[in-house]
């Protein structure tokens, strides 16, 4: 749901209201599908507006009912108390809207025109719950929408092209913001100077707005005092906010408006610096629009970051010193040096939450010390590079105004504080691509600097890169051999190892988790720890979410990166934290040892390759229905008719076939039309294809481009597998079932090879060195099957395996119909089937070893060194 969108098409119903459609016009706002609201309109039991002027919208929990004027409240009323299984109850008389929403127990009344203003009221109809927006950031919301409006108002009436066109539309923005905050927080004296001033002094047209704000600017930027009386309430404010001399936009009667709006309906003093600078970058940027303008991240997250990386020994260092006000004197001057630096740092969210925290360890310092000192927390101390310009603009102003708040915070504690005007130094934010910008010169390293590193890069994996990020990593990593397979977020963790080598510095970054999976793996991290440095701390993955509609968040992990010292390590797994001597680079408490793709098994066993690739055209491919159709035409065609299982057919119990035509039967299987016009089209389709080798198998159209098939039986191993389920649902399949590209599948096996790899000890593997379709598991021969350390076992041992997998058949025949995603949804896994499993997995893991395995870490750990000594053993055969 987009907001702007919606209050624009809420604005057009009023505006041109049909009375007829009014309700079916608000549903489609509220992103009803338009197959739903015909359905409405046809539907006599629910829609009855002709008759009484009702519709009930059943699965929206919605009553609306169109009144006369002089019956709209006792309507109102009557129905509330009537109709208790809805959620929203909506009456109108078209001049008069009244609601009532039976979940938050809030009601609304207000003229129809405006009912653009409120259209949060009606949010849950499209699935996003109100109160879990405004508990946090109402205000924010509010300003960042009107602020958006503004934005687009004045590009409507300006030319905005060139890079300095945009950079000075973004420069006016931010001094508009901090011209609001001022004037809602007495930095600014008086009430509503800044809005009243443009309200009294311009023209109602806006034709002379640009005038008097240029004017208005140059005295915030000026210590000269000798100026008109009323811009008298205007104070210095320095810092270098309205140093430069840039163009002011040219402003309509409209956009005069909306400017007056801002200030005069919006109470900036509840603005949340951290929250709102991300929200107005979402909504102002072409780039970030699209949701509802709520994407920030979260106090709590950007805390896991800060934590573990400096603050909670800071904290604990405090605890120690609290009662010994030497000690508490040499925690001050240590803070006073620390230097925070976010080279990816938008709109400053990490700096403002890292500012705010040692803002208020400072003032527990001064407190328990009884000190009656000014803050020294200062913004110099904090660093940051970001490529947007808007949102490095909005960086510096955000982190001014958490300076505000957090002055104003110690003046309530201690009674007095240093004024916030003249603004003094402000953060050290540098606008500019952090791949190409030396660290160094940014956040420069000096002798008792104590310097931590932060942030939440962009990850853009490898098929998401565009042009400049490619050039960017072979900037970086040219040279390092597959580094093409990385994410854009590991030229961070790359240049965070080369800046903090061997000074007192650490760092952590946020990233998705396909940098501690599969191949990035052994890429990234041997190149980031042949630096010198290790992973202090981390947090395996979990969902990050930034409270926005539909945000099921992005699986990420957070890294903490230092210099190698002999500390322990601090592990985060499901909310609890293990101290451990190591953890490497796929987050474990195992050896730093790289599992990398292999072309064959690390023991002689038989090959796992991908199913059968179709050639580019599903005209091979047949549906149960055309499959019939086929041998309605002609019944001998049985025999040219193949059934076919891949990944999904496997799983979810789907029936699907394929044409299955040797070279020697094609003459036959042309003369039915079927299939001749089957034929026909694939090799019309693969004539058209660009790819060459496509072009090529249109000499035999009739074929899939690989004609794999078992003599015996095959395995079929399903390319993704959900997260939840403990084991991979592996099948064994007769002969003739061809398996497609979709799977991976292993020819002729012996029964004990399946016993492995449907083992729980052989998921943990996979879940570890394979990588990930989002948060399910992708399996890949070459990393998975390939590199999995099978113990050396005896005939007795396999047969002993083939015996408890034949049992483990047995208890799937005896659930049969039911599907294998239902036999093996670990909330419905028959207990029979689940013991059958147990079994096999005790007599797995004792082919490795006698003693039992405690903990998934313990097994990794064994795999790990296991597949060291295999490989080492290898080489010197």
Known sequence: MNILQLEQKLQNLTDNLVKDDFIFDFLSAYEMPKSNISRLRKNSDVNTLELNGELTVKNKKLFFKSVESQNLNAIYEELVTSKKTMRFVLVTDFKTLMAFDSKLLITLKIPLEELSKNSDFFWGIAGVEKATVYDEKEADVKASLKMAKLFDEIKKTNTIETQEDIHALNVFLTRLLFCYYAEDTQIFEGENTFTTYISSTTNADGSDVDIHIAKLFEVLNSKNRDISHHLKNFPYVNGGLFAQKLNIPKLTYKSRKLLIECGGELNWSQINPDIFGSMIQAVISDEHRGGNGMHYTSVPNIMKVINPLFLEELQAEFEKAKTNPKK????????????????????????????????????????????????????????????????????????????????????????????????KDGGNIIQGNATRLEWNEVCP???????????????????????????????????????????????????????????????????????????????????????????????????????????????????????????????????????????????????????????????????????????????????????????????????????????????????????????????????????????????????????????KLALRAHQFRDLNEAKVSSIIVPIVSSERRKYIPIGFLEKDVIIPNSAQVIYDADVWIFGFITSYIHNI?????????????????????????????????????????????????????????????????????????????LYIEKCYREKPFQNDEERLEYLFRLYEKMVKEEKKL
């Open 328 to 423: 508490l004197n040499e925690l001050h001057k240590r803070i006073t040096n620390i230097k925070i630096f976010d080279p990816a740092c938008g709109s400053g969210n990490f700096l403002i939450i890292a500012y705010k925290e040692l803002r208020r360890l400072e003032m527990k310092i001064f407190k328990s010390a009884g000190m009656l000192n000014m803050p020294s927390i200062k913004l110099s101390q904090f660093y940051g590079i970001e490529l947007d310009d808007f949102a490095h603009e909005v960086a510096i102003l955000s982190l001014w105004l958490t300076e505000h708040q957090m002055n104003m915070e110690f003046k309530k504690e201690f009674g007095d504080c240093t004024p916030t005007l003249p603004l």
């Open 445 to 695: 390293k000096e002798d008792g600097d104590e310097i931590y590193v932060l942030g939440n890069p962009p990850y853009i994996g490898t098929r998401n890169q565009v042009k400049e990020h490619k050039e960017d990593m072979e900037y970086l990593f040219k040279g390092v051999k597959n580094y093409k397979t990385l994410d854009y977020i590991a030229c961070w963790f790359y240049l965070g190892a080369k800046y903090i080598k061997g000074i007192n510095s650490r760092y952590a970054f946020v990233s998705t988790n396909s940098i501690t999976q599969g191949d990035q793996v052994a890429t990234l991290w041997s190149n980031v720890f042949n630096e010198d440095v290790e992973i202090n701390f981390a947090y395996q993955s979990f969902k990050w979410s930034n409270n926005a509609k539909n945000n099921a968040g992005v699986i990420v992990v957070i890294v903490g990166i230092a210099n190698k010292n002999k500390f322990k390590k601090k592990l985060y797994k499901n909310g609890i934290v293990f101290e451990t001597n190591i953890i490497n680079g796929y987050l474990l408490d195992a050896p730093n040892i790289y599992i990398e793709r292999r072309s064959s098994p690390i023991l002689n066993i038989p090959k796992m390759s991908y199913g059968n690739y179709t050639g580019g055209c599903n005209e091979l491919l047949l549906t149960p229905l055309e499959k019939e159709n086929i041998l309605a035409e002609n019944e001998d065609a049985s025999k040219f008719i193949r059934k076919l299982s891949g990944s999904a057919e496997f799983i979810q119990g789907k029936e699907r076939y394929c044409l299955w035509i040797s070279n020697e039967d094609l003459e036959e299987a042309s003369q039915i039309q079927n299939i001749s016009d089957r034929i026909n089209k694939v090799k019309e389709n693969r004539l058209k294809s660009k790819d060459e080798s496509l072009q």
């Open 765 to 841: 593997w996979v879940k570890t060195v394979g990588g990930k379709l989002k948060s399910d598991y992708r399996y890949s021969s070459v990393l998975c099957y390939n590199t999995f350390p099978f113990p050396k076992i005896t005939q007795i041992q396999k047969v002993k395996i083939e015996e408890l997998v034949h049992l483990i058949l047995d208890e799937r025949d005896k659930n049969f119909p039911k599907t294998m995603a239902e036999l093996y949804d670990p909330n419905k896994m028959p207990k029979g089937l689940k013991q059958a499993h147990h079994n096999l997995d």
